[in-house]
Each structure stands twice: as C-alpha cells, then as structure tokens.
C-alpha cells in the first residue's frame, strides 16, 4: 500500500538525516534559501525529515491510522485512478501546507520547518470528509469526539496557536494542510460535501 511505502520512506530518509547534518539542511524547508537560490525541491525533502523519534513517530502513527482508509476509499471512489490521486492529494499537500509559511517568511534566513505534519493534516481531514463519524481522541481532550465536531476544533486551534507564535510546532502548517484535505476531496469528487452531511445528519 502506497502509505506503507511512504511511512518506510519518512523513516529510513528520517533516519539518515538524524545522523547527516549536510543531509538534514540539504532538506530542510528555508523559504529564504529556497527563494534565493531557487531550491523548490525542499518543499517537498523538508517533509520527508523529522526533528526527533518522537516527532517522527507521532506524525507517522497519525499517517498510519488515516492514510490506509483513505488510500482504500480513494480507490473506491476514482477506481483505478485512486492511487494516483492518493499520491497527488499527498505530494501536493507538502506544498500547498507549507506555501504561507514560504511568503511569509521568504526573508527570514532563520526560519526553518521540518516534518509531515501539513501532508497527514490534509489526509487526517480528506478522513474527516469520509468518514465524519468516526470518534477520534486528542490531547489533552480525555475522551473520544465524533470527527466532524473535532475537525473544526482543531482547525480554530491551529489558526490561533499560528498567529500567537508561541512554540516551534508547525501551526500554519496543520491550518493549510487540513484546508487543502478538504479542498482536494470536494473539487474532486462532487458528492463529496452530499455524502459528509448525509453521514452527520
């Protein structure tokens, strides 16, 4: 299954990068140096890296539980273009999650992103499309909400925590990640947004 194949890649390419400096900023996402030296390809490496075990194996477990149901219900839908479409939606939600982030800090030389997290984000929220009454755990939330409730809640979470700029997790990310999900599912496949109300009500 092609989320298989992308969880071994992120980790072997995770992996070497932890012990290759030269490879980690290689890859890194950089907006100033991939405006000034045209260097597009890392929007696509910075996703294939990771900080640390637990960031890796946090992103690559969410990946695991959402990306195989929705890798499944793609090929249902588009049929023998599923595949193809489940590696676009993927593909092109490492960009497209991380395109603000490039505007907005294209002369910072300082900024540097790394990680998944807006790509599982768009698959985590193309499953919310789904399957809205899946129930889903977050921390610190101590009990299971039905996706479609959670959805918009983390959404607001991640918007807010990326303005306030509090940490160095990837808020923005998460934000256009999810938003490009939803994008995704409902320009493709017109029934999309009929089959989500119909599952909620």
């Known amino acids: 299954m092609i989320t298989n194949l992308l969880i ?13 400096q030269v490879l980690f900023s ?10 000034k030296r045209k260097q597009y390809y890392r929007f696509i490496t910075a996703g294939f890296i990771h900080a640390d075990w637990m960031h890796l194996l946090f992103n ?29 939606l993927y593909f092109s939600a490492l960009i497209m999650s991380a395109m603000f ?13 790394i990680g998944a997290s807006g790509a599982v984000s768009a698959v985590l929220f193309v499953s919310i499309i789904l399957f809205p009454s899946q129930r889903l755990m977050i921390f610190p939330i101590p009990f299971f909400i039905p996706s479609y409730i959670l959805g918009p809640l983390y959404l607001w979470y991640s918007y807010y925590m990326g303005r306030k700029g509090m940490d160095n997790i990837g808020h923005d990310a998460h934000f256009f990640g999810a938003v490009w999900g939803v994008l995704f599912i409902v320009l493709l ?3 999309a947004l009929s089959h989500f109300i119909r599952q909620v009500f």
């Open 8 to 20: 071994a890649l992120t980790v072997i390419s995770s992996f070497l990068a932890f012990n290759n």
């Open 26 to 35: 290689n890859c890194v996402f950089n907006p100033y140096i991939i405006e």
């Open 60 to 88: 690559m477990y969410a990946l695991y539980l959402f990306g195989s149901n929705v890798e499944i219900a793609f090929k249902e839908i588009f049929q023998q273009l599923g595949t193809v479409l489940y590696i676009a």
């Open 101 to 113: 982030s490039f505007y907005k800090h294209k002369e910072n030389p300082n900024y540097n992103a």
């Open 189 to 191: 496949w017109k029934d």
